[in-house]
């Protein structure tokens, strides 16, 4: 039995699993509930903080307008007013998130229901502005893959666009041998390249979906949103980069496990990343006017250009346009 008292996470595992997301089938969606909670912990915490409240996780009895608007206004406040920085879409899902959980503990005896109904969500999300995402040009891809190529320190330093000493993001050790960083960014690119998959995907591919003679890829179905495997060609230089890397030679259980992605902090640390590296290339003048998802849109929106002119050529015989327009797109000029 739930009360005003039980914490929205206990909920959401014991009680709103259960009757929404069971099943092996919902894994990735319990996944992404699991992290906009613990976004709303983390926005709750701020928001007593500012009371001058004692911290503590956010209960059953605290969801109310003032705690959403709260957590969504964080979310799309700049990181110098104390905020994440984010999209309004990116609010937008921990708001729909929220207000699942929360219309669920309002129909629920369990979590005593009737309490709850006169204070259900009316918060309103914000107005998006749907943009066309701009696919990175092959010379801007080039630029890129070289800034990747002379990142200093190992994986998991932070490398001061001002200058001075790289150092290591996380608390703790890290969690495999020292690897050089630009070893480990211009792989993750050059698979992100020859994929075009969501970077969440791609940071959890097992070693073992990996064939390095045939230069394959199976991203499995379980971490994208289609629920489909999905199996790639990758570029010679991807398969030359993960043969540097050596994931299956050092034991690691996934491609990329050289970062430890199993946290929002290493999740924001790695957007982060992503922006010192398009400012590292030149193509932005600022970590503040570049976002993680300025690089993986730009990858994606190219690798859907590619299977657009892969289907147009079908229709139309192999147009000299098409193919010279997938040959400039693919045929990159990598630098070693």
């Known amino acids: 039995m739930f009360g005003p008292d039980s914490l929205v996470l206990d909920y959401l595992k014991l009680c709103y ?7 092996d089938a919902h894994t990735q969606s319990r996944d992404a509930y699991l992290q906009q909670i613990a976004k709303l912990d983390r926005h709750f915490r701020a928001w007593l903080a500012l009371r001058n409240l004692p911290p503590r996780p956010v209960a059953i009895g605290d ?27 990116t609010a937008n899902k921990l708001y729909r998130h929220v207000k699942s959980v929360w219309a669920h503990a309002a129909g629920s005896e369990d ?3 009737p309490m709850l109904v006169k204070r259900i969500c009316r918060s309103k999300p914000y107005r998006e502005v749907k943009r066309e995402p701009r696919a990175w040009l092959p010379e801007e891809i080039q630029q890129i893959i070289a800034a990747a190529l002379t990142m200093p320190g190992l994986v998991g330093d932070v490398a001061p666009l001002s200058g001075g000493a790289p150092r290591w993001t996380f608390s703790g050790p890290r969690p495999y041998a020292d690897v050089a960083a630009a070893d480990f960014w211009s792989a993750l690119l050059l698979v992100k390249l020859s994929t075009g998959g969501r970077i969440s995907a791609t940071m ?8 390095p003679q045939r ?7 379980e971490k994208q949103k289609q629920r489909a495997d999905q199996v790639f060609d990758l570029l010679a230089s991807a398969n030359d980069a993960l043969l540097k890397l050596a ?10 496990a050289d970062w430890p992605f199993d946290t929002d902090r290493s999740w924001r640390s790695l957007r982060y990343h992503h922006s010192i590296l398009l400012v590292r290339s030149g193509l932005f003048a600022s970590p503040d006017a570049a976002t993680g998802d300025d690089m ?23 147009g000299h346009a098409v193919v010279h327009r997938r040959r400039k797109s693919k045929g990159l000029a990598v630098p070693r």
């Not at 959890?204 to 064939?211: A, F, G, L, V």
């Not at 230069?215 to 179905?221: D, F, K, S, T």
């Not at 994606?300 to 289907?311: A, N, P, V």
């Open 17 to 23: 699993f259960p009757d929404r997301l069971a099943g």
């Open 63 to 89: 969801l109310c307008d003032e705690v959403v608007k709260f957590a969504m206004a964080r979310e799309v406040e700049s990181p110098a007013e104390g905020g994440q920085g984010n999209s309004p879409a």
């Open 111 to 113: 979590a005593g229901g």
């Open 204 to 211: 959890q591919i097992p070693t073992s979906n990996w064939d």
């Open 215 to 221: 230069a394959q890829l199976l991203v499995p179905g």
């Open 247 to 256: 994931p299956a030679d050092r034991g690691l259980p996934t491609l990329f």
């Open 296 to 318: 993986t849109a730009g990858i994606e929106s190219l690798q859907q250009e590619r299977e657009i002119d892969d289907k147009a050529q079908e229709l139309n015989g192999g």
